[in-house]
Every structure is written in structure tokens, then in C-alpha cells.
């Protein structure tokens, strides 16, 4: 008999896929396209998980059940292009990583992605969680047998021995026995790590280029890979298909990884006016996660983080807006991004305001969580937009998110693929 995964055991015990309804919207509000400001009085035609039409005038042009949302903003769903939606830091943080199994840890992760969905986030993207438990979670959500965002995962981050990704900060025996296929040493170790994740079902492949606040470890925030290493994964990864990102917080890693050809910089914490003429010429995307650095700022003093990344998160927390801010005023693209798992799940609009305190607009920062999100994402055929032929995957507020975007952080209505999945005043 073959032996089943813990996916696989955690497939079979959900549910079966739920089913989208077709349906006739009357929205007050629309930012169809976020960049080019409201239509109003719109209806918005659903049928088989899609938008049909999106037309001036309340009308009915089928016999449809009616979404009432004429006093209401609507909005595209959101994306994050980085959680890590199978855990959230806090006191037991580190113990569960030991205690928990496979099976736990997408139930977990479950119970975080219907947080999210309902916060408003219909698309996330995962960079950093256990293989077997995250593209597990994944291809469930996929087939509508839980409820959750749609979901592109990495799985394990590609990293050095002893640095950021790696297990740190507890006995050797201990760390021997839980160091993953995903660490490597030398170009060729690398090539074969990131093929290892795409195996192993990776949507991308996420790499740790510098040290991190979270490592237990006192390995500085620099460069962590060589030269050498990042080129063998940039173009181990783009042979099969697929694009890489990099975990980066020092100058140092951050250059190096654009000049390899990475696609994205996850944080760029230390980037500097070098960095930014490097994101411009290689058309790289900066994925800021500044709600990360603000969280982090306030556990400086938290006896559970360990002295090593209490350290770190004093240093690296409270650069984050400025950073956001050389970047945005540099003419960085920036697709919106918030590490929710280091801040709590359902929490992740939380991000907006901070980007709008870094000099963004508003709506750029709502475009920056949809157009742009969708397009880093490698899904603009088919969200980050409200029109003909995209998933209806579609929220709103009772508030002008133009005028005060904390309204993002009280959504009313969800709707993903034409299903409802909250509904209230």
C-alpha cells in the first residue's frame, strides 16, 4: 500500500468543495481598476465564479439573487504577497515548530487562511513553511475543500548551513535531525536545493540572501549567500519556471541578489540609491512588509524572543518606513506585502496606513495590493482587477478607503470566486 503524506491524511478529512453562486451586485462604489478612481453606480454580473460585466446602472439582467451594496465601497480582493499562513509568532512559537506535526500544522494554517480570507485578502502568497503541510493546505484551498485565500506557496526557504532559514539556537543533535533538503552549501547545492522544492511542488522558490530579525542567531544581517550561489539558483529556478525572491535586509545581500537576477527583495531593510537604479534595471519588485518591522519594534523587550533577535528587531524595526519611503520616492515598484504570521493573521490591512505614511497615496497603495500584487504574483489574467473574465473575487467597506484607508480594516463583505464568505453591516 502506499504510504499516504500528511497532506494527503489532511485532504481526506475535509470537506467537500463548496460550490459559487451566480449573482447580480448593485455597488454604490467601484474601483475596478485601482489607479483610476471610482465608477459609481455600478452592477457587477457573477456567474460561474467570474465577473461577466461591470455596467453603469443598477440593473437586473437575469434572474439572479441580488447583492445589495449601493451605500458600500468595492473593491478588488486583496493580495499579500508574503505570510506565513501556517504559524504566528508568540511565546510557544518555537516549541510548536517540535511539537507540532505535519497534519497539525496545516490545520493551523486552516484555521488562519478563513482569518484572512475574511479580513479581505482573497490571494495570498506563502515564503517560508514546511513543504508538506503548506502545499497541502494549498491544493485543499484549490479544490474549495476549506475555506481560504488562493494560495501560491514556496514551501521551505532555500538558505545556508547556519544562517537565516536554517534551525539555530539549539543542540547540535537537535538541529542535525530537523535541517531540511532546502539548506545548501556551493553553487551545485544550491541548483540541487531549488530543484528539490520545485519537486517537491514550490510555485516559486524563496531564499534567505541575508541574516534575519527571527533567526536565533547572532550572523549579522549581511550577505549570507555567495556570489556564485545566487546565480546557480536564479538560474536553476528560471530554467524550470519558475521565479525567485529573496529574503533581504543588509545592502550587501540585497545588491547582490539583483545583480544575480532575482525577480523580488523581500524587507529591503538597508537598501540605499545603488539599490534602488538596481531594481529599475533588472525590473525587480521590492515586497516591503514595514507592518513586520513595526511588530517587531515592540517586542524588543519580550523575555520569550530569544536575546539574539530581540537584538536584531531593536536595530531593524524601526528603519523599515524610511526604507518604504527611499523606495516609493525612488520609483521602486512595490507590491503590497506584510509577513502576517510575525503580526497576527487578519491583521494585514493594517499595512496600508503605513504605507501611506511613507509617502504613498491612498490608492496607490490599494493598487499596490491589487494590480500590482497580481502581476507579481504571476495571476493578472485572472485577479487584481474587477472586469470581464476575472474570478469575482471582490470586498467592501461602509468607508472611503480614498479618503481614510484604515477603512481596509473593517471589511464588510468578502467575496472570492463567487462565493460569498462574510457578509455583514
Request: aromatic share 6%.
Amino acid at each position: 500500500m502506499k504510504k499516504l503524506t500528511a497532506a494527503a491524511i489532511c485532504a481526506m478529512l475535509l470537506s467537500a468543495p463548496a460550490m459559487a453562486e451566480d449573482a447580480i451586485i448593485h455597488a454604490g462604489y467601484v474601483l475596478a481598476k485601482p489607479g483610476e478612481g471610482y465608477l459609481t453606480r455600478q452592477t457587477i454580473l457573477v456567474e460561474d465564479g467570474r465577473v461577466v460585466s461591470v455596467t453603469s446602472g443598477y440593473s437586473t439582467p437575469k434572474d439572479y439573487a441580488v447583492i445589495n451594496l449601493r451605500d458600500a465601497y468595492v473593491l478588488p480582493g486583496l493580495i499579500d504577497s508574503h505570510v506565513h499562513i501556517t504559524g504566528e509568532n508568540g511565546p510557544e512559537g518555537r516549541i510548536k515548530e517540535f511539537e507540532n506535526s505535519d497534519v497539525d500544522t496545516a490545520f493551523d494554517g486552516a484555521a488562519f487562511a478563513l482569518t484572512t480570507l475574511e479580513a479581505g485578502f482573497t490571494t495570498v502568497q506563502d515564503v517560508g513553511a514546511p513543504n508538506d503541510s503548506i502545499f497541502g493546505l494549498r491544493d485543499a484551498i484549490a479544490r474549495g475543500a476549506v475555506p481560504g485565500p488562493r494560495l501560491r506557496a514556496s514551501g521551505g526557504s532555500v538558505a545556508v548551513t547556519g544562517g537565516h532559514g536554517d534551525i539555530n539556537g539549539y543542540s547540535a543533535r537537535v538541529m542535525a535531525e530537523f535541517t531540511g533538503a532546502n539548506i545548501c552549501n556551493g553553487a551545485d547545492d544550491c541548483r540541487r536545493a531549488v530543484r528539490q522544492q520545485i519537486k517537491e511542488g514550490a510555485d516559486l522558490i524563496k531564499i534567505t540572501a541575508t541574516g534575519g530579525v527571527l533567526s536565533n542567531t547572532s550572523a549579522g544581517l549581511e550577505q549570507q549567500f555567495t556570489e556564485e550561489e545566487l546565480e546557480a539558483i536564479v538560474d536553476a529556478a528560471h530554467s524550470m519556471g519558475r521565479k525567485v525572491t529573496a529574503h533581504a535586509h543588509g545592502k550587501s545581500g540585497v545588491d547582490a541578489a539583483l545583480r544575480a537576477g532575482i525577480d523580488s527583495i523581500e524587507h529591503g531593510t538597508y537598501l540605499d540609491g545603488e539599490s534602488i537604479a538596481l531594481f529599475k534595471e533588472n525590473g525587480a519588485t521590492l515586497v516591503p512588509t514595514v507592518l513586520a518591522g513595526a511588530t517587531v519594534t515592540g517586542w524588543t523587550n519580550e523575555p520569550w524572543l530569544p536575546a539574539a533577535s530581540r537584538a536584531k528587531a531593536a536595530q531593524v524595526g524601526p528603519l523599515m518606513l524610511e526604507m518604504l519611503r527611499r523606495a516609493h520616492e525612488g520609483g521602486v515598484t512595490v507590491a503590497f506585502g506584510t509577513d502576517t504570521g510575525v503580526s497576527r493573521h487578519g491583521d494585514n490591512a493594517k499595512e496600508f496606513a503605513l504605507m501611506v505614511e511613507a509617502g504613498f497615496t491612498p490608492e496607490e497603495a490599494i493598487r499596490s495590493a491589487t494590480v500590482v500584487a497580481s502581476e507579481h504574483l504571476e495571476m493578472s489574467q485572472d485577479i487584481g482587477t474587477l472586469e470581464a473574465g476575472k474570478y469575482a473575487d471582490l470586498i467592501a467597506v461602509t468607508a472611503d478607503p480614498l479618503k481614510d484607508i484604515r477603512a481596509l480594516e473593517a471589511v464588510s463583505f468578502v467575496m472570492k470566486g463567487g462565493e460569498v464568505y462574510k457578509s455583514g453591516k
